[in-house]
């Protein structure tokens, strides 16, 4: 992994995600740090989030909606989608995980995978029951 030089709005980014679990978009990441930093712009937000991204120090995650979504929670571990409010929330590890070994050698060499479960979240369902 190459080294980076220190920025300041890099730096925000990351603190930013760590101290969030909702899976913010670049929009919402950006629209949280100009709070503070008026001065910060859209694209720095994307292209840091896009080296953060290729450095593995976060996650982008694609739910099928065409909106990308980040989490600073790089472990291994798989995602939950309500498809009623689009939230995303992390799903916690079960006695049998999906492994990389799944994949036929013959197909190739897997090296990573993701998996997303698509429902109705608890939150949403309770209010469609009332």
């Not at 492994?99 to 429902?119: C, K, Q, T, W």
Request: glycine fraction near 6%; hydrophobic fraction near 30%; aromatic fraction near 8%.
């Amino acid at each position: 992994m190459r080294e980076l030089k220190y920025s300041k709005q890099r730096e925000a980014i990351v603190e930013c995600l760590k101290n969030r679990h909702d899976h913010p978009s670049a929009d919402l990441v950006f629209q949280t740090l100009r709070k503070d930093n008026p001065k910060i712009s859209l694209g720095t937000v994307y292209r840091n989030l896009n080296l953060l991204t290729e450095m593995g120090v976060i996650l982008k995650i694609s739910c099928g909606d065409g909106i990308e979504r980040y989490d600073y929670n790089t472990h291994e571990h798989y995602h939950f989608v309500c498809k009623s409010c689009g939230n995303v929330a992390d799903l916690e590890p079960k006695d049998s995980w999906v492994d990389n070994s799944l994949v036929d050698e013959s197909v190739g060499v897997a090296d990573s995978h993701s998996l997303i479960f698509y429902g109705i979240c608890s939150h949403c369902a309770a209010k469609h029951t009332h």
